[in-house]
């Protein structure tokens, strides 16, 4: 699968499921369809909760119980939904379900609830990780795909949506009430719409942020980390980095990913986007590679002086391993880098590190970065288009969003009333801010050739990260590259598949909001 390190990152722990549902020891039950009985909707989704769901462990080690909601229950769509209505439309239909293999096991076993409260029954269709966006495009260009829905890397959208591939899910989500404003407008526009119309419901919801280990910042500061102060600028973090990088043997300043190809198109994007960097014009033209560009770049060869050993090798997997590892000091990743290291089973810096607001450059913009996701959509193909629309709105609903951001396994929750949760906040310790930053959040466009556009500037940055080329041929080479990519996907012949406008709105999201601190 073309981007399968990043599908990597998702099912990197065992108990993560690519539908959603991480496995962790829960048990929904029986059979569906016994006796050919649908039970009563609400004794199902009383069994949709924290107690049932989340791990015993985590549950213990931060009080979690039902008594602690960490939802929203108006907001929470299998709870507001009219299942009597779904049964009476739909009981007694297939949906057909698009699933890497590796995770079918767990995904049909978390399924199971949406089987009882709607009456669909759904077959999963498995396909090997590795191929997964070969084969699903190829199932779509012969018009005969084997599946009514999917779940992929949200920048294929435009691979996807482009040609005509997805269906539109507008009129489901107006007759069913999916609580659209519940989402976060960076995960709504990117994960959600294109070209003006809705074809996904966000799914796994990202965000790059910086991690900070406690201990040695509060040695270094001579106090208490601030997270809005401490290190308010990326000078600042190049200056800490360097100092982190003496504090101990074995451990670095910086942790970052500038592996080639995505990896270091992600970790630069994140710092050039501070800079006020957007990556086209309003006619697809790049212009990535102009001062501020350049300016995420020398941030990036400056910090790779504190880097981590094997950076320019680095993806999620190795910056994962060396942060709960504790090897390096201060980290540029996702959000999960967070979560993951509260919980003593999968990391050893437990009570040690703190997540900040995002470093700012000057001249530029607070503009934190949504970078990788995915999302829910059904082919338009599908011969149960609306059974596969309910199918993924449970799945992505916001209680089992919520449990899943509580088990730690990596699959993130787009939803206000998610990440605005107090309880919720107690069991994550970046969404506090988290939350604050999505309301200027920056994104790259989903465009059609999304992934060999990422391919080709982080194989040239990496090419400057290891000295082979100077950060000004390595963004000139890329411009070139992106532009032929562009051409051969359609772009400058008096038509683009994406129309500039439509994208706009989702690129940064923060423009003329005051700043959460």
Known sequence: MKNSNHLSRR???????A?????????????????????????VLDEISINKYVREDYRA???????????DSNKDWIRTVDWEAVRSELAGTTVRFAIGAADAESAAEGLVPFEKLSGIKVELVPIPDDSFYDKALAEFISGNASFDALQFFSPWLGDFAAPGFLASLDDYADKWGLPLDDFYDTYRLNYGFFNGKMYGIPFDCDIQMV??????????????????????????????????????????????????????????????????????????????????????????????????????????????????????????????????AMRPDQSQIVDDFVTIYEPRIEGGRFAPPNIAGSTSCVAASAQ??????????????????AMNEANANGVAPG??????????????????????????????????????????????????????????EALDNAAAAVKQIMSSNGFYQGNDPVDYAAAAPGLYVGEGKDLPF
């Not at 930053?437 to 999304?450: I, K, M, N, V, Y």
């Open 11 to 17: 099912s990197f722990l065992k108990s993560s499921s």
């Open 211 to 340: 991690h900070v280990r406690k201990g040695y910042m509060e040695t270094l500061l001579g106090g208490a980390v601030d997270k809005v102060n401490s290190i308010p600028t990326y000078d600042e973090l190049i200056r800490v980095s360097g100092e982190l990088n003496k504090i101990e043997p074995g451990v670095s300043g910086v942790g970052m990913m500038a592996a080639p190809g995505f990896w270091s198109t992600y970790t630069w994007e994140h710092i050039a986007a501070q800079a006020g960097m957007m990556l086209f014009d309003e006619n697809w033209e790049p212009i990535f590679n102009g001062d501020a560009g350049m300016k995420g770049l020398e941030i990036i060869l400056a910090l790779s002086k504190n880097a981590n050993e094997g950076h320019a090798g680095a993806g999620w997997p190795e910056n994962r391993a060396a942060w709960l590892g504790g090897q390096v000091a201060t980290n540029i990743s996702w959000q999960d880098s967070g979560t993951q």
């Open 61 to 71: 080690l931060y009080g979690m119980s039902d008594d602690k909601p960490i939802w």
């Open 384 to 401: 149960n288009p609306e059974g596969a629309f309910l199918m993924l709105a449970f799945l992505t609903t916001a209680s089992i969003m």
């Open 19 to 43: 539908a959603g549902l991480a496995v962790g020891g829960t048990s929904w039950g029986a059979q569906a369809f016994a006796d050919g009985h649908l039970p009563d909707p609400q004794s």
């Open 415 to 472: 939803y206000k009333s998610v990440l605005q949760n107090t309880n919720l906040q107690e069991v994550s310790q970046p969404a506090k801010v988290w939350g604050d930053s999505l309301e200027h959040a920056w994104c790259s466009p989903r465009l059609p050739g999304a992934f060999p556009i990422e391919q080709a500037i982080g194989n040239e940055i990496n090419r400057a990260v290891v000295g082979q080329i100077s950060a000004k």
